[in-house]
């Protein structure tokens, strides 16, 4: 069940993949020993509660930070990224939850933000502002976003939309992998759905996509692998044939952690109220 | 999906369009103020609206405006500069005294100038990126030092607290028509640094609006971490920005020191906070990501026109710094509602 790598042969190489990855800051360690690949066209979940180590794993797999143990190979190439630049160089694209936007500037210089085109040359060098506005409008189209006023600050946009024209802006930038921090965690029902749309789309069009999130139910609609953490460590890595949504559910929860703390539950019930399980 | 778009339209369409025309356009309300201002004193004081007035105003403007653009960029980005000030004063004492000292050609004085203030303006922002201390402790800091090295400098190698005159020197004329002459357009007399003024009011509005390096400037101070994540160059940035105070503190310094041939070492004390003053009238948050060069010039001659006006309506000169305080007030005010409004749902 643990097993860290089931690449078949034959499958293509992975675009990203992590080989008892560790990482420390002083002497607290904050991730041993993580193992993912992930290919084109495949949804790799990463599930874990507060302060398993998604952050952590997500600062190394998109540039922030380094790892200091085990192997991190893009595109089978080993790599020590130094910084975000680098891993969007390589193609990785990390939209995060909270901080994937600008909130006052408007949508289409959010979208462009680090990768603006230019036009004229010398003193005379300047952004290319007609092709920026015209391209950001086409390429929330393609995702089914229709944005009157590109011009609007994209913090009145709502949150999932947000996330939308992070993931739009990441595959118009000829991202092959897309890490997605926790990208429904602040939304409501229909927010997260559209979301989980356009993650969808994005792995049906070819990119490889690393979902982090603690919302198993959110991870099994699109997720092709689940990647267990608890406590900086992996707790189990399941195909998706191999794991019902319960299972992971149950895992997910603390697993047989959960199990003891319902014995413990269950003898001091007796002498409280019973409200019920939780 | 074929739902969404709908919805999205309907969403947009509610919050309203006020609050992000207003929000686009930082310096509106900053505006409607210099009007008020405007007409004000073209009412209360007689002498105002006339050439010499006007002209009168627009020298106060420009000399507190050359700096206040620089400073809006950098509030822009997310710092404060508290060493403005007296920056202005550190850049003509080094240009004075290197002259006087070296009896060099003032060109050189010049030169060398415009060398250690812009290492003063690196020295702030690298210590501002390597250390991730608040601005306001750093530039602080370089405030109070610059402030007592002007004096302790200058008490140490002239003998006194002002510069030596160097008006008979070697290139003084000529950098005198270039940083404090009065130049004549179309019958108007006006000084030199008007022309300063605009020419970086203009510089600062291309940078800002149409290059990346103000794509990124509005990006380091609105959000810094999305900004580095998506391969900003944060620090350089910052860097840039307090080398951008630094640069305009020179051409004032140079304008200080050629207009009066020579420099009290301890001037420039607290107009680090007209500059920002100025800037925040101007419509820039003190938080950063959102402002114009624009704005603070039109800021700068709201100041302009205050200073002055209450002179020409011959009244008590006190009155300025309350009216100011007012405006300034008022002005921030207004920004934190337009914030309120355009970060409605974030």
């Known amino acids: ?278 | 999906m074929t739902a969404t778009p709908a919805a999205l339209a309907k969403d947009t369409a509610a919050r309203g369009p006020v609050a992000r025309r207003l929000s686009a356009r930082p310096e509106l309300g900053a505006m409607v103020g210099a009007v008020a201002v405007l007409v004000f004193f073209a009412l209360a004081a007689d002498g105002f609206l006339r050439p010499a007035g006007l002209g009168t105003v627009l020298y106060a403007a420009s000399t507190i405006g050359i700096m206040a653009v620089p400073v809006a960029l950098l509030m822009i980005g997310g710092e404060f500069d508290l060493s403005a000030g007296v920056m202005v004063t550190s850049s003509a004492l080094v240009s004075s005294m290197f002259s006087y000292q070296m009896t060099a050609n003032t060109w050189a004085g010049v030169a060398v100038s415009l060398l250690v203030t812009l290492a003063i303006g690196f020295f702030n922002g690298w210590t501002l990126t390597r250390t991730r201390l608040p601005s306001f402790i750093i530039t602080l800091g370089t405030f109070l030092m610059l402030t007592g090295l002007n004096l302790g400098l200058t008490k140490l190698i002239g003998g006194t607290v002002s510069t030596r005159a160097i008006g008979d020197m070697e290139g003084f004329a000529s950098a005198r028509a270039v940083f404090a002459s009065d130049i004549t357009v179309g019958g108007f007399q006006l000084r030199i640094t008007i022309v300063w003024w605009l020419a970086l009011v203009a510089a600062a509005t291309w940078i800002l609006l149409r290059t990346r390096a103000g794509n990124w400037i509005f990006a380091t101070g609105g959000n810094a971490d999305a900004a580095r994540a998506v391969g900003v160059p944060v620090d350089r940035v910052r860097v840039g920005l307090y080398m951008g105070v630094a640069l305009a503190a020179w051409i004032s310094g140079q304008h200080l020191l050629f207009s009066y041939d020579v420099v009290q070492s301890g001037e420039g004390v607290g107009n680090e906070l007209i500059y920002i003053a100025a800037a925040v009238i101007g419509g820039c948050l003190l938080t950063g990501g959102h402002g114009s060069a624009a704005g603070a010039a039109v800021g700068a001659l709201i100041f302009g026109m205050t200073s002055k006006g209450i002179v020409y309506a011959q009244w008590d000169p006190n009155w300025f710094k309350f009216f100011l305080g007012a405006m300034l007030l008022l002005a921030t005010l207004l920004n934190a509602w337009i914030r309120k409004r355009a970060e409605a749902s974030s």
Not at chain 1, 5 to 34: C, D, F, I, Q
Not at chain 1, 240 to 257: F, K, P
């Open chain 1, 1 to 278: 069940m643990n097993g860290t790598s089931t690449a078949a042969a034959g499958s293509p190489t992975a675009l990203v993949e992590l080989a008892g990855v560790g990482k420390r800051y002083g002497n607290a360690t904050a991730l041993e020993g993580v193992s993912l690949a992930v290919r084109p066209g495949e949804v790799v979940c990463v599930l874990g509660d507060n302060g398993a180590g998604k952050s952590t794993l997500i600062k190394i797999i998109s540039g922030l930070h380094r790892h200091d143990g085990g192997a991190f190979r893009i595109d089978g190439e080993e790599v020590r990224l130094a910084s975000p630049r680098e891993a969007l160089d390589r193609g990785i694209a990390t939209v995060y939850q909270d901080l994937a936007v600008v909130p006052l500037m408007p949508v289409w210089r959010n979208f462009f933000l680090g990768s603006e085109p230019v036009t004229g040359r010398g003193p005379l060098r300047r952004l290319d502002t007609a092709a920026m506005r015209r391209t950001t409008r086409e390429a929330l189209l393609r995702m089914g976003i229709d944005l009157r006023d590109v011009d609007q600050p994209i913090g009145t946009l709502s949150g999932g939309e947000r996330q939308s024209v992070a993931i739009a802006r990441a595959v118009h930038f000829g991202a092959r992998v897309i890490v997605l921090d926790e990208p429904t965690a602040a939304l409501g029902v229909k927010q997260a759905r559209v979301v989980l749309r356009y993650v969808a789309a994005a792995r049906d069009q070819g990119l490889g996509v690393v979902l982090v999130t603690h919302n198993p139910h959110h991870a099994h609609l699109v997720g092709d692998r689940f990647v267990l953490l608890r406590r900086g460590s992996m707790a189990g890595s399941h195909a998706r044939e191999e794991i019902a949504l319960d299972e992971l559910t149950r895992q997910m929860a603390g697993g047989s952690d959960l199990d003891r703390l319902g014995h413990e539950l269950a003898r001091t019930r007796p002498s409280g109220p019973d409200r019920g399980a939780p």
